[in-house]
């Protein structure tokens, strides 16, 4: 009855894997395992895959039809845990491919079983897939990663349809005798449980007629049902078998899987590409200065060259390379290319699995474009001796240039930006400016007198450079002194000096002057500084002008350069002396508050050096508080009105 059950829902599968793969065809699969069956893949072409380059293999045989074998790639974007490699299986591998749209799909190919396989799992088997092949081992351990799906899960675990895959290897025992079939694909932590559906699942069957019982070996099993990459129902983990072995001795292998009990259902293993390795000598370089280039450059970067064996039981070996043509040179590298001559051999004293050689290319000053250095090495660490080439990279130095600012006239207070561009060597670069010690490739300086300023910048090789550039400061002319005579204007009783700084003239006028037609009179810090108003010359001591707004004052200075000064005459009318002490202004400099001190209620404008009105504001108290935070810095000056008169106070902004 239960043949004819798993017989029924066969058919009823059959015909649904039809209709699916026809939308999966039609519709496509993301994360989808690539199958490449026979017979465009040919059993050699199979063991090919797994066994490796250069490993001596022949005789290669296989049982079962065309599709039960093949090759698959694209496994890492599935839930199979192996990314290439090679298959076998029950039935047919196109039914490989997932989503798990079925829960008993497979192909009666109708083919018989193995003996090997008979003899350990539970029933005959059948539809066995078998591939054999004798191969020499280049190393002590035979080890390959695997694993076994079924569509026997989880219906049919612990019936007799106990499908099953076997590793049998036959040769000499490195411990005395032979292997004899010895089956290596067993339950890890186990001595020879084999890997069938009964001994590796999750212990429950949900919808299947046989009972459920606990789970055997659950840690090795991975539940696929509903799965989206793969068909299979469940699978192992990835599991690995290794066996002893004698190096350079022949081996038979057998590889197989296959159903038990009946025909129907499919199982299949993957076995991981390149599971046979031959023993490598690695070689590689450990450059320095770190950090560089992972190249060896011409008097910069040197290296080691480490060799390293798979383990230091090799030991003691001597390996023997052969230094060959360059890009540069048919031949070998001429003497005088490295510091130190390049051996022709390597010794691994016993105990030690690495050694090493130094490498230090000299600068030779010429352009040679990358070359290469090649160690072609020869391994003997197997049954038969191989050659590795192995390629490093050499490049050429170059020494370092640089270009710089011109030298640069300016005018006094005004900035510059300096650069210095530096090319080859090896960047990025390092800059140190002097004077003023700064460290980047570009400056903004303001020099108040003639200055050369040096650079010296380092590239990753530490090779340096220096060059510099001359900022030519010419003046800018200045008021020394700003007064108006009284003999020269005969409406003030006195004369009246104004307070010079920062670009402003500030004076202030007894109650009553009139402020037009004040003949000026000056004196400059440089001789030949040429002032005007509005393109009106002036002379001191000569010419009159309107100083009831403030004037600004150009100066065409000697070499050329030139200035503004800004002039601001205040009246200060009923001014009395208890009034002006008691208006203040402070800090001074203030930052974004300016604080008063008033001796009255009144009204304050606050100016900028070039007269322009600030800000306006009316005033109550003794102590005001004004907001200046939106203010550039600078000079400004205060002027507060009350009953009492004016009073003007200058201050700075300065943050």
Not at 64 to 86: K, Q, V
Not at 298 to 309: M, N, Q, S, Y
Request: aromatic share 14%.
């Amino acid at each position: 009855m239960i043949h004819f059950l798993r017989e029924l829902v066969t058919v009823m599968y059959k015909y649904l894997f039809i209709f699916t793969t026809f939308i999966l065809l039609h519709q496509g699969v993301s994360g989808q395992i690539f199958i490449s069956p026979g017979p465009d893949v040919t059993p050699q072409d199979m063991v090919e895959n797994i066994v490796g380059d250069g490993i001596i293999y022949d005789n290669v045989q296989f049982q079962g039809a065309d599709p039960m074998r093949g090759i698959f790639t694209n496994g890492s974007t599935t839930n199979l845990g192996i990314n290439s490699g090679i298959f076998l299986c029950s039935g047919s591998g196109y039914l490989i491919p997932g989503p798990n749209y079925q829960t008993a799909a497979g192909s009666n190919m109708g083919l018989g079983g193995h003996p090997s396989l008979d003899a350990i799992t539970t029933a005959t088997t059948y539809d066995a897939a078998v591939l054999s092949f004798d191969f020499v081992p280049e190393s002590d351990t035979l080890k390959f990663k695997y694993v076994f799906g079924s569509e026997e899960y989880n219906e049919w675990v612990f019936s007799t349809f106990n499908d099953v895959f076997g590793y049998f290897v036959t040769g000499p025992n490195p411990f005395g005798g032979s292997y004899d079939d010895k089956n290596v694909a067993i339950v890890p932590g186990t001595a020879n449980t084999t890997v069938t559906i009964n001994n590796v699942n999750n212990g429950y069957s949900p919808g299947g007629v046989v009972p459920t019982g606990p789970c055997t070996n659950c840690d090795y099993y991975a539940d696929n049902t509903n799965g989206l990459t793969l068909e299979y129902d469940g699978n192992t983990t990835v599991l690995t078998a290794w066996l002893l072995v004698v190096p350079c001795e022949t081996y038979s292998i057998k590889i197989g899987v296959a159903d038990a009990g009946d025909y129907n259902y499919d199982s299949g293993v993957f076995i991981e590409e390149n599971s046979f390795e031959c023993p490598q000598i690695e070689v590689e370089t450990d450059p320095y200065p770190q950090g560089v280039s992972d190249k060896m450059i011409e008097g910069c970067v040197e290296a080691d060259i480490i060799f390293t064996l798979p383990s230091a039981a090799y030991a003691p070996i001597t390996v023997y390379f052969d230094l060959s043509e360059s890009t540069a040179y048919p031949a070998a590298f001429p003497p005088g290319d490295f510091e130190e001559a390049i051996p022709d051999s390597v010794v691994f004293e016993d105990g030690f699995d690495s050694v090493a050689i130094h490498i230090n290319p000299v600068y030779d000053g010429l352009i040679e474009g990358e070359e290469t250095l090649r160690l072609i090495i020869e391994n003997t660490l197997g049954c038969i001796v191989r050659w590795d080439t192995v390629d490093f990279i050499i490049t050429d130095y170059t020494l370092l240039y640089n270009t710089i600012t011109q030298n640069t006239i300016i005018c006094e207070d005004m900035e510059i930006d300096l650069w210095v561009h530096v090319e080859n060597g090896i960047p990025p670069y390092s800059y140190l400016w002097e004077p003023g010690g700064f460290t980047n490739d570009s400056i903004t300086v303001s020099p108040d007198s003639t200055t050369t300023y040096f650079v010296n910048y380092t590239d990753m090789c530490q090779e340096t450079g220096m060059d510099s550039t001359t900022v030519i400061v010419f003046p800018v002319c200045d008021f020394e002194t700003f007064y108006f005579e009284s003999a020269l204007n005969p409406g003030l009783p006195y004369d009246i000096y104004g307070e010079v700084s920062n670009d402003t003239v500030l004076l202030a006028f007894p109650a009553g002057t009139n402020l037009n037609g004040l003949v000026a009179s000056f004196t400059t810090d440089l001789e030949g500084c040429i002032p005007s108003i509005d393109g009106v010359l002036q002379e001191s001591g000569v010419t009159a002008n309107d100083f009831s707004d403030p004037l600004i004052y150009f100066f065409w200075g000697p070499g050329g350069c030139i200035s503004e000064w800004t002039v601001i005459a205040d009246i200060e009318t009923g001014l009395s002396e208890n009034f002006s002490d008691s208006f203040s202004v402070y800090p001074n400099p203030a930052d974004d508050q300016l604080k008063l001190k008033l001796p009255c209620s009144g009204e304050v404008q606050i100016f900028n050096s070039l007269g322009q009105e600030m800000i306006r504001k009316k005033l109550d108290s003794p102590f005001e508080m004004i907001d200046v935070g939106t203010l550039e810095e600078g000079l400004y000056f205060s002027q507060f009105y009350c009953n009492q008169g004016l009073a003007t106070r200058k201050f700075i902004i300065r943050r």
